[in-house]
């Protein structure tokens, strides 16, 4: 099974990335970016597909893959069958 | 007194921290490595500086999981004084063991510089002896020291008097300009509610010789000795 995984800063949280990144594409002439956000994109292979696997992902993306502090996450399938 | 001092793979001021603290009469530190598990005969716990696990996923997400945390946890909520400097605090933070996050300087540079911080408490562990006011320059040296704690956490830190130092300038008011990372009200250290576990970004470890051009650093670590002196004599 592949999942994937997104992590991005929560909305209180500042992130300088993002507003350093949002600048570059203004000046690079396209003044309508009004927002980036910059997070993590993670790619997972799990031997096996069995339904406990998911709440022990969604336990590892709270404990280890995401802050909660300061960040939320996304767990979702990923499209294709794994190599 | 015996301090550990926690080395994980990656940790780079381990090395600083145990020669500031073997400079203390009365004081020993000795390494302990991460994949230890047992802390027994230590009366306090350091988490040094560095980049552990090379700030892969964030800094400190992976370290917190080395098995010496374990015991970490247990010794803290024992009682034990734990101290965490620059990644150690935010390895602290990781773990729970402090309240908030550590995310990158607001201005996306590492920084690496003199900082002046004021003592906002002074009956802490980490804090006897420094009267509230106290300016003490300690060293910064990190490129994700912002520290971050939504508002209610931080009214709890403000309440609890757990907010130990602020980055301010020379006249020790606290500016914009002399918070080098963009740290919510210029926090530069805090501890948890039972004021036993303390995690800050600047280095008291590099500010404990006067050739170093600062040994304010050494009065924290005094001051954790002089607790634990306190505590002995308690249990005697």
New interface residues.
């Given amino acids: 099974m592949k999942m994937k995984v997104i992590v991005t ?1 929560k909305a ?3 992130d ?2 993002g507003a ?1 990144v949002r600048e570059a594409m203004q000046h690079l002439g396209m003044p309508e970016v009004r927002s980036v956000r910059i997070g993590k994109y993670l790619e997972i292979e799990v031997d096996g597909d069995g339904p406990e696997m998911e709440p022990r992902l969604h336990q590892l993306c709270r404990d ?2 995401s ?1 909660p ?2 960040e939320d996450y996304d767990l979702s399938k990923a499209a294709g069958k794994s190599a | 007194m015996k301090f550990a001092v926690i080395q994980f793979p990656g940790s780079n001021c381990d090395q600083d921290c145990t020669a500031a603290i073997n400079d203390l009469p009365g004081a020993s530190a000795k390494f302990v490595w991460h994949k230890e598990s047992s802390l027994e005969g230590y009366d306090a716990i350091v988490l040094p500086g560095g980049f552990s696990y090379g700030d892969y ?2 800094c400190g ?2 370290a917190r ?1 080395s098995p010496i945390m374990r015991t970490v946890q247990k010794e803290a909520a024992a009682g034990k004084l734990v101290i965490g400097v620059c990644n150690g605090f935010q390895i602290l ?2 773990a729970g063991l402090l ?3 550590l ?6 540079r590492f920084v690496c510089d003199m900082a002046t911080t004021r003592v906002e408490v002074d009956d802490s562990p980490f804090t006897l002896g420094l009267p509230k006011g106290t300016l003490l320059r300690l060293p910064v040296a990190h490129g994700e020291g ?1 520290f ?3 508002t209610s956490t931080l009214r709890e830190l403000n309440d609890g008097r757990q907010v130990l130092l602020r980055y301010v300038d020379h006249h020790g008011e606290v500016t914009a300009a002399s918070n080098p990372n ?1 740290s919510v009200e210029n926090i530069a250290g805090i501890c948890n509610r039972e004021r036993n576990v303390f995690g800050l970004m600047p280095h008291p470890d590099r500010a404990s010789e006067a050739r170093l051009g600062s040994t304010d650093g050494a009065k924290i670590f005094q001051s954790m000795m002089q607790a634990m002196a306190g505590q002995h004599a308690e249990a005697a």
């Fill in positions: 800063p209180a949280v500042l300088p990335q350093a280890l893959l802050n502090v300061i | 996923l964030r997400a992976i999981f933070c990781e309240p908030g996050a995310v990158r300087n607001r201005l996306l912002c971050f704690a939504k963009g």
